[in-house]
C-alpha cells in the first residue's frame, strides 16, 4: 500500500503512466465508470477549497465510488482537539482512500503514518499539493505533448507558493528546461528550492523581476496568486498583492503557442480579458485535475489491493531524535503526540524533518 505525500514520492515512469491514464479516461470514460464500485473516498479538509476537494469528489463519483467528509476543521473534532493522526484512524474505519488537506506543513505525513489505508496529501500547509502538480503535469502533456524543451515562467508568491516549488521538482527530471523565475525580491524563490533542485539537477535558470521584458521567450507562463493566509505580517501581503497582473495588453509580445497556467483561485494577477486568448489554459488545468486524480484513485486502491502492507514513509533506522525543527508552521511543533524526527538529507552533516523537510 502506498501514499502519495510529495511529487518525488512519484517517478518518471509512474508520472508517465498516470498521464496516459488520464488520457485514456478522457478517452473512454465509460470504461472507468465501475472501476471503484463499492469503493469510497473520504475527503478531509482543514481548509478551504473548491477545487481540490470537488474535483477528487467527482473523479470519485465517475469511478463509480462514493465520497464522505468534511470541508472544515469546525465541522469535525478537530474543533475539540482531536488530532490528525486519531482523525485519520478513526476514519481509516470508513474508508478506502484518505484524500486530506490541512494547514499545517507535515500533516499529510502524519496522516498516512496514522491511517490504515492509501492517504493523498491535497495540501500541506506550505509543504506540498502533489495532486496539484499532477493537474500541471497533465496540462503540459495535453497542450505541449511532452515535457522535455520547455521554457517555463513561474510570476508571483514564489516563495510561499508550494505549487511553484512542486512543479519545479517535478520539471528537474526533464531534459532542456529552463526557468525564468519572476517575482518581488521579497518573494524571490527560497534558496533551498534553487540549491537543492534546480542546481542540483544542472537546470538553466535566471532570476528577474520584470513580467514584461521576459513573456516573448516562454513556453509556459504559471501565474500564482499572492497569497494573503500565507503571511504573518499583513502589510507586507498590502504591498506585494498587486505586484503582477496578466493583461491582453502584456500578452501582445507573447508566443501564439505559450500557455498560461495558474493553480487557481486568481485574484486579480490574470485579468478576466486574458480568460477568452487560446493560450489561457488555466480552465482547462481544473478539468486535467479531474482526470488526473481519477488515475491516481485507481493506482493507490489497485497497489492497496495488490499488497495491503504499508510502504515504509521515511528510514527509521537513520531517525535521530535529538534535533528540534524550528519551522513554526511544522505539524511537530504543534500536535505534542509527534516526536521531532530528523533523517539525513544526501549533503554530509545535514538533516530533515521527517513531517515538514525543513533542514538542519
Ligand atoms: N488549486 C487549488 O488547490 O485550489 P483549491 O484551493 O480551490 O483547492
Given amino acids: 500500500m502506498r501514499s502519495l505525500i510529495d511529487i518525488k514520492d512519484l517517478s518518471v515512469k509512474e508520472l508517465d503512466e498516470l498521464c496516459k491514464t488520464a488520457c ?6 465509460k470504461k472507468y465508470a465501475h472501476a471503484c464500485e463499492g469503493k469510497k473516498l473520504a475527503t478531509l479538509f482543514f481548509e478551504p477549497s473548491t477545487r481540490t476537494r470537488l474535483s477528487f469528489t467527482a473523479a470519485m ?6 465520497v464522505l467528509g468534511f470541508s472544515e476543521a469546525t465541522s469535525s473534532s478537530s474543533a475539540k482537539g482531536e488530532s490528525v493522526s486519531d482523525t ?5 474505519n470508513f474508508a478506502d482512500i484518505i484524500a486530506i488537506r490541512h494547514p499545517k506543513d507535515g500533516a499529510g505525513l502524519v496522516a498516512a503514518l496514522a ?6 496529501n ?3 500547509g506550505m509543504h506540498a499539493h502533489p495532486t496539484q502538480t499532477l493537474a500541471d503535469l497533465l496540462t503540459i502533456y495535453r497542450e505541449k505533448g511532452g515535457f522535455n524543451n520547455l521554457t517555463i515562467g513561474m510570476c508571483g508568491d514564489l516563495k510561499y507558493g508550494r505549487t511553484v516549488h512542486s512543479l519545479t521538482l517535478a520539471m528537474s527530471r526533464y531534459k532542456n528546461i529552463k526557468l525564468v523565475l519572476i517575482s518581488p525580491k521579497e518573494l524571490k524563490m527560497p534558496d533551498y528550492v534553487i540549491n537543492d533542485i534546480i542546481k542540483k539537477n544542472h537546470m538553466k535558470y535566471k532570476e528577474v523581476t520584470s513580467l514584461e521584458d521576459n513573456i516573448k521567450d516562454l513556453d509556459i507562463l504559471y501565474m500564482t496568486r ?3 493566509e500565507r503571511f504573518f505580517d499583513q502589510k507586507e501581503y498590502e504591498r506585494l498583492k498587486n505586484s503582477y497582473v496578466l493583461t491582453v495588453d502584456k500578452l501582445k509580445k507573447a508566443k501564439k503557442s505559450l500557455r498560461i497556467l495558474h ?3 486568481r485574484v486579480n494577477e490574470i485579468s478576466v480579458k486574458v480568460d477568452d486568448d487560446p493560450r489561457a489554459a488555466y480552465f482547462r488545468q481544473t478539468l486535467n485535475g479531474k482526470y488526473i486524480r481519477m488515475a491516481l484513485i485507481l493506482k493507490l486502491l489497485a497497489l492497496a489491493k495488490k499488497n495491503p502492507k504499508k510502504e515504509p514513509l521515511y528510514d527509521k533506522k537513520k531517525v535521530r531524535y535529538d534535533l528540534k525543527c524550528k519551522n513554526p508552521r511544522c505539524i511537530s511543533g504543534i500536535e505534542q503526540e509527534h516526536e521531532h524526527k ?15 523537510e525543513q533542514k538542519h
Fill in 88 to 92: 485519520c484512524k478513526v476514519v481509516s
Fill in 61 to 66: 463519483m465517475e469511478l463509480g465510488g462514493n
Fill in 263 to 265: 493553480p487557481l483561485p
Fill in 24 to 29: 485514456d479516461i478522457i478517452k473512454h470514460p
Fill in 226 to 228: 499572492i497569497q494573503r
Fill in 342 to 356: 530528523f533523517v539525513p538529507t544526501n549533503k554530509k552533516g545535514e538533516f530533515k524533518c521527517i513531517y515538514c
Fill in 115 to 120: 491511517a490504515n489505508v492509501p492517504v493523498i
Fill in 122 to 124: 491535497a495540501g500541506d
